[in-house]
């Protein structure tokens, strides 16, 4: 039986050994190797990779990633909570959830294009606003910070959104209207009654949201411009025009434990609330 | 003050679409149809019907979940129809009870006196002296999910009642307590009622919760109302076939109906008896019931004494005073 079993279990093993273990360690090999002139890396083995995490320069755009993730991360689970709290309320809750859902059949990359589309100085909005005559200037909409926040908040709202769907629709609805008998005003009773009954679904949607933001590039590289640089930039600038891999896969291996200590936190804060 | 805490004049309510709320609820199914309803100061009234006949809706739209298409509800003679439910004096023990899972049960029952600010002077003597009178001291830390049935429902008694208000809602509270405690707890519901002198009104579908607890009570079918009246008067004179058949047992013959403890059976054919074969016997302690086919096809059940012996396959005789027969008029209204 427990032969059966292994071997059943041996096509997960392999996967998870083949694209998780072992490019983990190739990682992990190379942040401690030293740079190759053309690329690639070269022994000897070295520390200086880690150590060139804290330059000032690297803190500085480890410090944007943060914070522009932080304040999408609000935004999103800000704006899916009511949309949650509707769809979980509708009839129509299987509609719903495929229009959330919609987006993804498209690519991210042909998305974020048509943001540029949008946003740039002879773009839609601009155009259109010029041609009502609101502006006489276009105005900068597109590489800067608060493009790459809406970038991200567009498409990484809909992970914000499941998470809180899945806790808000299994709470009983009779829960609020027991508040509202109570004497609960709709403030109160979103206070004091829903939102800490979702504090699960928050925490789950904070972390879906926050940890890819955190090592996102094709947004901020195609909405930031040249100018906001975030970590993943970063990385993946080590691995192409500087050819420096050793301190890109050290810088890999930070975002990593960033993003792992903050499940750890999210779970054991997770724990204590339920 | 008027005598009566609670009024209901021709109030409608029709959904629009199926909302999955009223079991049997179609499209633009009409739930409420012209209710009038009048509820004296300090009584029990329950509300009795099937389900799906529309008890459910009325009590949401008093408590203000749902509101009214036409009619008015007033309250100590002041229109409340338009009110949100956190500005009416009136409170809801659910049927699941909702209990906030995340409070324990002082902070269930603390949650209606910190609403609205003005939170009462007294308010810590009132909490703990109703946590006494429903025997949940000790229990004041504890969550929902670690307490019994019983005493959920009592926590929900509780948080609605420490607000003292107007009309306690009760939409069918001993549903979802085990048969065995159901009884004790109607005990205790009535003693309560009488000690804290809070109109209670009372939404069930079960007509012996109904009969035992009310001072009065309104039967309600296909969303009206079909009688008012103390249990007594109902069950003694009902005012259609409904109301008849709902309350209690009743046997029918060509359009009269006759209650199984008013028919007299007879080995001897009186004048104007009946005749038919025992089918079955059950024996009840203080009462035997005995089932009658009649010849005319019929079946009657009869109450007798505990005495009588009557086997099956055995010819009787059923036969009743004209009295004590109900007769009503084709169609039910």
């Known amino acids: 039986m427990s032969r059966l079993r292994a071997w059943f279990l041996a096509p997960s093993w392999l996967l998870a050994v083949a694209t998780v273990a072992i490019p983990f360690a190739i990682v992990l090999a190379y942040s401690a190797l030293s740079r190759g002139a053309y690329g690639g890396v070269e022994l000897p083995w070295t520390s200086e990779n880690y150590q060139r995490l804290f330059d000032l320069l690297y803190g500085a755009i480890l410090w944007r990633s943060v914070w522009i993730s ?69 105005l900068p909409l597109l590489y800067n910070d608060g493009a790459v926040i809406l970038g991200l908040v567009y498409g990484y709202l809909p992970f914000a959104v499941l998470p809180l769907y899945a806790t808000i629709e299994k709470l009983d609805p009779h829960l609020l209207e027991a508040a509202a008998d109570l004497g609960a005003r709709p403030f109160r009773a979103l206070v004091e009654i829903l939102l800490p009954l979702s504090a699960e679904g928050i925490w789950a949607s904070s972390i879906l949201v926050f940890v890819p933001c955190l090592g996102t590039y094709l947004t901020s590289d195609l909405l930031g411009g040249s100018k906001t640089i975030l970590i993943g930039n970063l990385i993946q600038n080590q691995f192409t025009a500087s050819r420096d891999w050793p301190f890109g896969a050290a810088l890999s291996m930070a975002l990593l434990a960033m993003a792992g200590c903050l499940l750890w936190v999210a779970r054991k804060r997770g724990q204590e609330l339920l | 003050m008027t005598p009566h805490v609670l009024e209901l004049r021709d109030v409608t309510k ?40 529309g008890k459910t809706t009325t009590l949401r739209m008093i408590a203000g979940f749902e509101s009214p298409d036409s009619g008015e ?21 659910f049927q699941n009870y909702a209990l906030f899972p995340h409070l324990t049960v002082l902070g269930n029952v603390e949650f209606g006196l910190k609403q609205g600010g ?36 009592r926590v929900a008694l509780a948080r609605a009642l420490v607000l003292e ?14 048969p065995q405690l159901r009884k004790q707890v109607r005990a205790e519901l009535k003693d309560l009622q009488r000690r804290t002198g809070i109109t209670f009104l009372m939404v069930t579908h079960d007509q012996e919760e109904a009969l ?43 359009g009269r109906g006759v209650r199984p403890e008013a ?6 054919e009186l004048a104007g008896a009946y005749r038919g074969t025992v089918r079955a016997t059950l024996f009840l302690g203080a009462a035997s019931q005995v089932e009658v086919r009649l010849e005319r096809g019929e079946v009657f059940t009869v109450q007798t004494a505990p005495g009588e012996s009557w086997a099956d396959g055995e010819t009787a005789f059923v036969s009743w005073d004209a009295a004590q027969e109900h007769r009503f008029a084709a169609g039910g209204l």
């Open chain 2, 165 to 178: 208000p107007d009309v306690l809602l009760l939409d069918e509270p001993l549903s979802a307590l085990d």
């Open chain 2, 212 to 254: 035992s607890l009310s001072d009065s009570m309104a039967v309600m079918h296909r969303g009206r109302i079909e009688q008012t009246g103390t249990p007594q008067e109902l069950y003694q004179k009902p005012a259609t076939k409904f109301v008849a058949s709902f309350l209690g047992a009743m046997n029918w013959l060509e």
């Open chain 2, 73 to 93: 509800i007033r309250l100590n003679g002041n229109r409340i129809d338009a009110l949100p439910p956190y500005r009416r004096s009136v409170n809801t023990v």
């Open chain 1, 70 to 138: 932080a304040v999408a991360t609000v935004l999103c689970v800000v704006l899916a909570f009511p949309l949650a709290l509707f769809i979980a309320r509708s009839p129509r809750k299987n509609l719903y959830l495929s229009l959330v859902i919609l987006p993804f059949w498209t690519s991210f990359l042909i998305r974020l294009y048509a943001w540029m589309f949008l946003l740039r100085d002879t773009g839609l909005i601009n155009t259109v606003l010029q041609w009502t005559g609101w502006i006489r200037e276009p």
């Open chain 2, 14 to 53: 029709t959904f629009a679409s199926r909302d999955g709320r009223e079991p049997k609820a179609g499209d633009g199914h009409t739930a409420v149809a012209g209710v009038s309803l009048r509820i004296a100061r300090g009584s029990f009234f329950s509300l009795l019907g099937p389900s799906g006949c």
């Open chain 2, 263 to 268: 028919v007299r059976l007879s080995r001897n």
């Open chain 2, 118 to 153: 003005k939170s009462a002077n007294d308010a810590a003597v009132r909490v703990a002296r109703l946590l006494g009178q429903l025997q949940l001291n000790g229990k004041e830390s504890r969550r929902p999910n670690e307490l019994s049935g019983g005493e959920r429902q």
